[in-house]
C-alpha cells in the first residue's frame, strides 16, 4: 500500500475498478446477460485483485444475472490475503437503489463472509425486510439515489474498509467516477466485439455533458498477454480529501 492510498484510508477507503471489456468497450451483449470472455489469465487477475481488498462491490443486476459469489476464490487466494493482512475472507457488498436483489441470488446461499446491501429510502418497508432477511446488513443511504460518500464513510469507520474493489456493472461504475470516488480503474481489453446500442459499457448512467466535465486518466502501466490488453489508469481530477 502506498503512503497516499494510507492517507486516504483515514477518512474513505481506496476505491478501485476492475472491468473485462470488448474492443468496442461492451461488458456484455445487448441481453445485459454476463457470460465471461475474458482468458484464464484475466479471470486470475480478477481473483489477485480481490485479494488485495477488504470488500468487494457491484451491482444488483450483476448479482441477480450471474452465479457469482462475490469471494476469495480458491485457497491460493486466501493465503494470499493473509500475507496482505487482510481476513482470510472478504466483506461482500450489493448496491441497489431501487432494492431489486433477488432473494434467491446464489451469493446469498454461500455465507462464508459478511453481506451488505446499500439502497435508498424509495424502497418499500416489505422489500427492506426481505432484504434483512437475506443480508447480514442492509444500510439505507439516500432518498432516491444511493449517497456514496455517506455510504463509503459508513463503510470505513463500520466495517474497516480500506480498500474496497469494484466490479461493476456500468451504472455503478459511473455513479462512483461522477462522485469522485475512484482511484484507480483495471481494464482488461478483450480481442472481441458485441455492438449494439443497449450493450452496457465501462461507465454507463447520464454521462457528462460536456469534455470539460469528464473524468482524466492518467495510465501507470499495461501489459500484452496473448491477444489481451491489462491496462491499469489513475484517475487524476478526483476530490482531494
Not at 38 to 62: H, K, N, P
Not at 186 to 207: E, H, K, N, S
Not at 212 to 217: E, S
Request: hydrophobic share 40%; aromatic share 6%; charged share 25%.
Amino acid at each position: 500500500m502506498t503512503k497516499a492510498e494510507g492517507q486516504n484510508n483515514c477518512q474513505l477507503p481506496f476505491v478501485f475498478l476492475n472491468v473485462a471489456m470488448t474492443a468496442d468497450g461492451k461488458l456484455a451483449p445487448a441481453s445485459r446477460h454476463f457470460t465471461p470472455f475474458g482468458s484464464e489469465r484475466d479471470q486470475r487477475l480478477l481473483l489477485e485483485l480481490r485479494a488485495r481488498a477488504d470488500a468487494v462491490m457491484c451491482g444488483a443486476r450483476t448479482v441477480n444475472a450471474s452465479p457469482i459469489k462475490l469471494g476469495p476464490g480458491p485457497a491460493k487466494y486466501r493465503r494470499m490475503r493473509l500475507r496482505h493482512g487482510l481476513a482470510e475472507y472478504n466483506l461482500r457488498i450489493i448496491v441497489s437503489g431501487s432494492g431489486s436483489v433477488d432473494p434467491g441470488a446464489e451469493i446469498f446461499k454461500h455465507r462464508f463472509s459478511p453481506i451488505i446491501v446499500l439502497t435508498t429510502e424509495r424502497v418499500r418497508e416489505k422489500n427492506l425486510s426481505e432484504l434483512r432477511a437475506r443480508a447480514d446488513e442492509v444500510l439505507v443511504c439516500g432518498e432516491t439515489e444511493i449517497d456514496f460518500d455517506a455510504a463509503l464513510h459508513w463503510l470505513r469507520e463500520k466495517w474497516q474498509v480500506n480498500r474496497l474493489l469494484c466490479e461493476g456493472g456500468g451504472e455503478l461504475n459511473s455513479a462512483l467516477l461522477c462522485a469522485s470516488l475512484v482511484h484507480e480503474i483495471y481494464v482488461t481489453i478483450c480481442p472481441v466485439i458485441f455492438g449494439g446500442r443497449a450493450a452496457p459499457t465501462l461507465a454507463d448512467g447520464q454521462g457528462v455533458e460536456s469534455l470539460a466535465d469528464a473524468k482524466l486518466l492518467a495510465l501507470k502501466s499495461w501489459r500484452r498477454v496473448g491477444d489481451e490488453l491489462y491496462l491499469v489508469y489513475r484517475v487524476r481530477n478526483r476530490r482531494r480529501r
